[in-house]
């Protein structure tokens, strides 16, 4: 306790300098800390999205590219699947249930779905978790809408509002279905996945917007009103993807192995889980460069504590040749200045864990609102902790360095160092 006391009077002695020194060490490792956290969190948003979902339908097209806009509402599609090809999927005898999806209108930069009720029994979350409502309940009516938690918390909407979707994805749109209107209808509970941040409507309703349009462009000259378009067949020409449920899983592979087979058009079919393993294996080269990158600067802050250390010894020649004087032995003073070096690394790396924990806190809200990822304050992973470990341990070796060095200063040289 007394080395300790000692080390503690030595280190407020050089108080400015050891702060710097800590800033520093605290700063490295809540780098990594961070980008540890910000990388696992990312693998559980995206994992937690969909389940129970055994197919993902699309148009032709890359596996990533069909997940990433179906799932994480994350780009476009390139083609749409025909009503045609979406009936003789949905008739086929190993499906259990179909959720049609219908992309490409957007409201004040939130995505417009368009789908049918069977998207609320169906779709499923996190382990199998389904969707609730927190107010009001599914569409009924051609212009009515349900709103994700985000969108509706974001913009203020209540049930009964009105509001109007804008044609394309765009947070600006010029091109608006004014005349057509939905109401709300229905509101979700947080989910923490792109559901939140999405607006749902009939599949009818897509179609009621469009009928006066074509080719993305509105007929002009050319209007039919809300309730005349109500009256007309509103049966969608295409979609843009449908989730599938197989009534037995023995199915999946042969009934994918038909799909992209399929001769009427060309479409895909992925599985979710084994598409987002690719994902995995495609990110995971810019996530072990993150990680490289963060143990390099944790390597960095340690060797500056250690050049800092050594560059104060000349300062406290006279510190330790007294405490030689006094009877301290060379183990002593060895043992002294790896105290210091740990004291750094021991209270650089709770320094470090508050500052990842307080970056975290105030950019959650942020990253959730922007990119749709919770993050969540958490214990390192048990790996992580173990690197850590690791990390102090060597904060407590590196001050042999400077032990050794301050070993070799003779007594007479620190009784005789000018001040």
């Known amino acids: 306790m007394n080395w300790i006391r000692l080390?503690?009077?030595?280190?407020?002695?050089?108080?400015?300098?050891?702060?710097?020194?800590?800033?520093?060490?605290?700063l490295?490792?809540?780098?990594?800390?961070?980008?540890?956290?910000?990388?696992?969190?990312?693998?559980?948003?995206?994992?937690?999205?969909?389940?129970?979902?055994?197919?993902?339908?699309?148009?032709?097209?890359?596996?990533?590219?069909?997940l990433l806009y179906s799932v994480f509402r994350i780009g476009n599609a390139t083609n749409n699947i025909s009503w045609e090809s979406y009936s003789d999927l949905?008739?086929?005898?190993?499906?259990?249930?179909?959720?049609?999806?219908?992309?490409?209108?957007?409201?004040?930069?939130?995505?417009?779905?368009?789908t049918t009720t069977d998207y609320f029994d169906h779709y499923q979350y996190g382990r199998n978790q389904a969707l609730s409502?927190?107010?009001?309940?599914?569409?009924?009516?051609?212009?009515?809408?349900?709103?994700?938690?985000?969108?509706?918390?974001?913009?203020?909407?209540?049930?009964?509002?009105?509001?109007?979707?804008?044609?394309?994805?765009?947070?600006?749109?010029?091109?608006?279905?004014?005349?057509?209107?939905?109401t709300v209808v229905g509101i979700l509970e947080a989910t923490g996945t792109p559901v939140d941040r999405s607006l749902h409507v009939p599949l009818e309703g897509i179609t009621a917007m469009h009928v006066d349009w074509q080719q993305g462009v509105?007929?002009?000259?050319?209007?039919?009103?809300?309730?005349?378009?109500?009256?007309?067949d509103l049966?969608?020409?295409?979609?843009t993807a449908v989730l599938v449920g197989m009534k037995s899983r023995v199915q999946t592979f042969s009934f994918q192995r038909l799909i992209n087979q399929y001769r009427a058009e060309p479409l895909s079919a992925i599985i979710p889980g084994a598409t987002l393993q690719e994902l995995w294996?495609?990110?995971?080269?810019?996530?072990?460069?993150?990680?490289?990158?963060?143990?390099?600067?944790v390597v960095t802050g340690l060797l500056g504590m250690v050049t800092v250390i050594l560059a104060g010894l000349n300062e406290r020649r006279r510190e330790m040749a007294i405490l030689r004087a006094l009877g301290a032995r060379p183990g002593h003073i060895l043992g002294l200045l790896m105290l210091e070096s740990g004291l750094y690394g021991v209270a650089?790396?709770?320094?470090?864990?508050?500052?990842?924990?307080?970056?975290?806190?105030?950019?959650?809200?942020?990253?959730?609102?922007?990119?749709?990822?919770?993050?969540?304050?958490?214990?390192?992973?048990?790996?992580?902790?173990?690197?850590?470990?690791?990390?102090?341990?060597?904060?407590?070796?590196?001050?042999?360095?400077?032990?050794?060095?301050?070993?070799?200063?003779?007594?007479?040289?620190?009784?005789?160092?000018?001040?």
């Open 235 to 239: 049966t969608p020409d295409s979609v």
């Open 7 to 26: 080390a503690l009077a030595s280190l407020w002695n050089r108080r400015t300098t050891a702060l710097l020194t800590l800033g520093m060490v605290a």
């Open 28 to 66: 490295s490792l809540s780098l990594l800390l961070t980008v540890d956290r910000v990388r696992e969190d990312t693998r559980a948003s995206f994992s937690n999205t969909l389940s129970g979902t055994d197919l993902i339908v699309g148009g032709r097209t890359g596996s990533l590219n069909l």
């Open 90 to 114: 949905r008739r086929n005898s190993a499906v259990d249930w179909t959720v049609p999806l219908s992309l490409g209108d957007s409201h004040r930069g939130y995505r417009v779905i368009g």
């Open 218 to 232: 509105k007929l002009p000259g050319f209007e039919i009103s809300a309730d005349e378009a109500r009256e007309m």
């Open 281 to 297: 294996q495609l990110i995971g080269i810019a996530e072990n460069a993150l990680i490289a990158v963060s143990f390099m600067v």
């Open 348 to 419: 650089g790396l709770l320094a470090g864990l508050l500052l990842h924990w307080g970056v975290i806190a105030l950019a959650s809200i942020w990253v959730q609102g922007t990119y749709g990822i919770q993050l969540t304050l958490a214990l390192p992973s048990p790996t992580l902790l173990l690197v850590l470990a690791g990390f102090v341990g060597l904060a407590f070796l590196v001050g042999l360095l400077p032990g050794w060095k301050a070993y070799r200063q003779s007594l007479s040289d620190g009784l005789t160092a000018t001040t």
């Open 133 to 182: 409502f927190r107010s009001g309940q599914p569409f009924d009516d051609v212009y009515d809408v349900v709103l994700g938690a985000e969108v509706a918390e974001v913009l203020d909407y209540q049930l009964g509002d009105d509001l109007v979707v804008a044609h394309g994805l765009g947070t600006t749109s010029f091109e608006n279905h004014d005349d057509k209107p939905f």
